[in-house]
């Protein structure tokens, strides 16, 4: 009787695993991996039957993977199809998925890219009172508004640029 209580038990563990793979690959919403704990307590109470010693050996194990599951299932879930597409990026797979110096705008070159938009024109997309959402050179910016509110579609002009805030004022004014 034991071996076999020992040979169910083991096969509950290897279909456990199995499901908790699953879950990593295919999305179900949590399905596979109720099912595979489901499977992994009922192999450990298998073992209990069988010896306490072994239960509790069984649940110890079983305790100490689920951090080492996790951890790999987070590692290998980007690159899967619904990973892709929850996380709205392609890895890159030149580098092995790891983002590169590349894929990071540089603060430089933001700072650059506004202080060019001091002077400019341009028309206020949204109220800013004293924050909103200006269109210059066919861009959305978020901008500051200095001396009052400036109504949506009222023309202004970047005054400044100030701890990464582009400041505008009205042309009506």
Do not use: H, Y
């Not at 990973?83 to 890159?92: D, K, Y």
């Not at 890219?113 to 009172?129: E, H």
């Amino acid at each position: 009787m034991g071996s076999s209580l020992a040979t169910w038990s083991i096969l509950c563990f290897i279909i456990a695993l199995t499901l908790f793979a699953f879950e990593v690959f295919i999305p179900s919403g949590g399905l596979l991996g109720l099912l595979a704990v489901i499977s992994a307590m009922g192999g450990i109470v298998l073992l209990f039957q069988i010896d306490t010693t072994l239960g509790l050996i069984g649940a110890i194990v079983c305790v100490a993977a689920v951090p080492v599951l996790v951890m790999t299932s987070l590692k290998f879930w980007p690159n899967t199809p619904i990973g892709r597409w929850l996380c709205f990026s392609e890895p890159n797979v030149s580098n092995g998925g790891k983002p590169t110096q590349d894929d990071k705008p540089d603060a430089a070159d933001v700072v650059d890219t506004q202080s060019q938009l001091v002077g400019k024109t341009g028309i206020a997309q949204t109220d800013l009172r004293p924050v909103g959402v200006c269109r210059i050179d066919d861009r959305k910016e978020p901008c500051m508004a200095v001396g009052g509110v400036i109504a949506a579609g009222t023309p202004i002009k970047v005054i400044a640029i100030e701890d990464n805030n582009i400041k505008v004022q009205s042309l009506d004014a």
